[in-house]
């Protein structure tokens, strides 16, 4: 079965729309903020910084506004992992190496030792060269997830030295939180959403004994139109919201890459139960609203455990402040002096 051009079409797809993103991290800065009351958090929930932050979890799509080789090379892929090319590959989940390059290395010997199967590369449309690929979203998570940690030390750091002449740095490490949590959000959302776990995000592809529906349009109506329609947005999220789940409570703070992976296996698990609503009508109805608040709740709740995780990660010792202003001192340049 040949899959040409598939990851260009799931390159230009979002999961969620704008509106679905920016809910889904405002109930989960919510409930980060309940559980942290660090003073040095408190600016999060103060001012105009809720709606800043929960806008920078759009900013992963906005990346794609240009068409631009380099950029869409290294960011589309990073919004989905197609499972069932990777069981073609003779691969899992469970079995991806977790660092990127390694996994791209993996898919290369994975093919020489698979060549009839996978992706082909079409050179025509795929100019960003991603056809190749199933996706880096458990990649991009982690990544992402060590951004947030290394941004809160630093800022925490800032907070702890207290020294007026920080305060311009103490700023700009705030704007680099906001912006990690932002956008560790996107992509933790991209991952509850089912249709970016699967080669089936745009309609069912290949054999299809049940009939389910190969319209493209399916994607967006799960991003947009059935948030819309049956109104799942904070209220729904924050209603559904569940903040003791044990499988949440022992996140391993410094490599969370077995719940990244659990949290996508979640999500696919219901990737056939979307296309059985659609054929079914359900998806308008009572058993399509619930499935959807599953799904965007889970990602808020996903994304709380990060963040709960990430700032016990963050905690600076003695040695990191001295080692912060060993190498980061703010003696006068000679020009400065002058």
Same mark, same amino acid.
Request: aromatic fraction near 8%; glycine fraction near 4%.
């Given at each position: 079965?040949?899959?040409?051009?598939?990851? #260009?079409?799931?390159?230009?797809?979002?999961?969620?729309?704008?509106?679905?993103?920016?809910?889904?991290?405002?109930?989960?800065?919510?409930?980060?903020?309940?559980?942290?009351?660090?003073?040095?958090?408190?600016?999060? $929930?103060?001012?105009?910084?809720?709606?800043?932050?929960?806008?920078?979890?759009? #900013?992963?799509?906005?990346?794609?506004?240009?068409?631009?080789?380099?950029?869409?090379?290294?960011? /589309?892929?990073?919004?989905?992992?197609?499972?069932?090319?990777?069981?073609?590959?003779?691969?899992?989940?469970?079995?991806?190496?977790?660092?990127?390059?390694?996994?791209? %290395?993996? @898919?290369?010997?994975?093919?020489?030792?698979?060549?009839?199967? &996978?992706?082909?590369?079409?050179?025509?449309?795929?100019?960003?060269?991603?056809?190749?690929?199933? $996706?880096?979203?458990?990649?991009?998570?982690?990544?992402?997830?060590?951004? =947030?940690?290394?941004?809160?030390?630093?800022?925490?750091? @800032?907070?702890?030295?207290?020294?007026?002449?920080?305060?311009?740095?103490?700023?700009?490490?705030?704007?680099? #939180?906001?912006?990690?949590? &932002?956008?560790?959000?996107?992509?933790?959302?991209?991952?509850?959403?089912? =249709?970016?776990?699967?080669?089936?995000?745009? $309609?069912?592809?290949?054999?299809?004994?049940?009939?389910?529906?190969?319209?493209?349009?399916?994607?967006?109506?799960?991003?947009?139109?059935?948030?819309?329609?049956?109104?799942?947005?904070?209220?729904?999220?924050?209603?559904?919201?569940?903040?003791?789940?044990?499988?949440?409570?022992?996140?391993?703070?410094?490599?969370?890459?077995?719940?990244? @992976?659990?949290?996508?296996?979640?999500?696919?698990?219901?990737?056939?139960? %979307?296309? !059985?609503?659609?054929?079914?009508?359900?998806?308008?109805?009572?058993?399509? !609203?619930?499935?959807?608040?599953?799904?965007?709740?889970?990602?808020?709740?996903? @994304?709380?455990?990060?963040? /709960?995780?990430?700032?016990?990660?963050?905690?600076?010792?003695?040695?990191?402040?001295?080692?912060?202003?060993?190498?980061?001192?703010?003696?006068?340049? !000679?020009?400065?002096? !002058?």
């Amino acid at each position: 079965m040949s899959f040409v051009g598939l990851s #260009v079409v799931a390159g230009s797809s979002l999961a969620w729309d704008a509106p679905g993103h920016r809910a889904i991290t405002a109930v989960a800065m919510e409930q980060f903020r309940a559980k942290v009351t660090d003073a040095s958090l408190a600016w999060t $929930g103060e001012g105009n910084w809720p709606v800043v932050i929960a806008d920078q979890a759009t #900013v992963p799509d906005r990346w794609r506004n240009v068409r631009m080789p380099s950029l869409a090379h290294v960011n /589309n892929p990073d919004h989905y992992i197609d499972v069932e090319d990777l069981t073609e590959l003779g691969l899992s989940l469970r079995s991806i190496e977790p660092l990127r390059h390694e996994f791209a %290395i993996q @898919l290369a010997m994975a093919r020489q030792a698979h060549p009839s199967v &996978g992706r082909q590369s079409n050179p025509a449309r795929d100019t960003a060269k991603t056809d190749m690929y199933p $996706g880096f979203l458990p990649q991009a998570i982690s990544e992402q997830y060590a951004r =947030l940690v290394s941004n809160l030390k630093t800022m925490r750091t @800032l907070a702890k030295l207290n020294e007026p002449a920080r305060v311009p740095q103490l700023e700009n490490a705030r704007l680099n #939180v906001a912006w990690s949590l &932002g956008v560790l959000s996107h992509f933790v959302a991209d991952a509850a959403q089912p =249709l970016h776990t699967t080669r089936h995000h745009h $309609g069912w592809v290949g054999e299809n004994p049940s009939g389910y529906t190969t319209r493209r349009e399916i994607h967006a109506e799960i991003d947009a139109t059935v948030l819309e329609k049956h109104d799942i947005y904070d209220a729904a999220i924050r209603a559904g919201f569940k903040g003791d789940r044990p499988d949440l409570a022992d996140i391993n703070e410094s490599n969370p890459w077995s719940a990244v @992976l659990t949290h996508i296996e979640r999500s696919h698990a219901a990737m056939e139960d %979307i296309y !059985k609503l659609e054929k079914s009508g359900d998806l308008w109805k009572e058993p399509g !609203k619930a499935l959807i608040i599953q799904r965007v709740t889970d990602a808020a709740e996903m @994304l709380a455990a990060l963040y /709960n995780a990430a700032w016990e990660a963050s905690t600076p010792s003695e040695d990191d402040l001295k080692t912060f202003v060993k190498y980061d001192s703010l003696q006068a340049t !000679k020009s400065d002096a !002058k």
